[in-house]
């Protein structure tokens, strides 16, 4: 299902079932991690996509140390999103400095994703209307490819009708961003450049991994705070009828 590039937390959206008889169009978004991950093979895979838009929901320090130039007749559409615990300065931050269980990773962790999607509500509309416009292929990332990049497309998947199930268990395939990451050397010590302190393998865990309780916190965010994600969507310029023009350029028969 979905095209993925070699090893990379990289796939293509489509074919998700939106209802008994669609799903999600193919090779018109895709999801990933970061530049900082691309090597020369997934250069020429990007390459072959003709990505024609680049949602990058990283942080502009982030951007700083990883531009993005590997596709240089894309758009760039930058949306800074800070709610990430990799992201600092900032108050979760250094909560995680004077609490460094699991615990409290988990608990910061969970307000992030919410954080997430409202900070991304007032950039919906720039991103769906670019891509009803022409704009695609599109290329959604950050940093892991998991976080900020998972609920923006969880979100995207449940305006597309595509049960929250399956949406969790596809949010939850990013892990392979955590498998790569356990294969390099001095991981801990990396880690304790960003936090101040050398964490223990199971805070580690939480850190790089998928948890099926962060994405769910996002989707019940988006619930409790607008009822409906098409709720969400329209209280954010995203109209019935462009709306309704999204998804008929996303689905397709199944």
Not at 34 to 55: K, N, T, V, W, Y
Not at 82 to 93: I, K, T
Not at 116 to 129: D, F, G, I, S
Request: aromatic share 6%.
């Amino acid at each position: 299902m979905g095209q993925e590039l070699t090893k990379l937390n990289f796939r293509d959206i489509g074919g998700l079932p939106t209802g008994e008889r669609s799903q999600v169009r193919s090779g018109v978004i895709f999801r990933s991690e970061g530049p900082a991950s691309f090597q020369p093979i997934h250069q020429g895979e990007l390459d072959a996509l003709g990505i024609r838009l680049i949602c990058d929901l990283r942080a502009d320090t982030e951007r700083q140390k990883s531009p993005n130039t590997w596709a240089p007749d894309a758009r760039l559409l930058n949306i800074d999103i800070n709610s990430d615990v990799r992201v600092g300065p900032n108050q979760l931050l250094e909560a995680l400095g004077a609490d460094q269980s699991v615990d409290a990773l988990r608990q910061a962790s969970m307000k992030n994703y919410a954080a997430t999607a409202r900070a991304l509500r007032p950039r919906v509309r720039e991103l769906v209307q670019a891509i009803v416009d022409g704009e695609r292929p599109a290329l959604i990332h950050c940093t892991a490819g998991k976080d900020r990049t998972g609920v923006l497309v969880a979100l995207i998947l449940q305006a597309l009708g595509v049960p929250e199930e399956i949406v969790v268990a596809d949010y939850l395939r990013s892990d392979v961003y955590a498998q790569n990451l356990r294969l390099q050397e001095g991981l801990p010590q990396q880690i304790e450049q960003v936090f101040g302190f050398l964490p223990a393998d199971e805070w580690i865990d939480v850190l790089i991994g998928v948890d099926e309780e962060f994405i769910r916190a996002a989707l019940e965010t988006v619930r409790s705070e607008w009822g409906t994600v098409e709720d969400y969507f329209s209280s954010a310029g995203v109209d019935g009828d462009l709306m309704g023009r999204f998804r008929e350029l996303m689905t397709v028969p199944s």
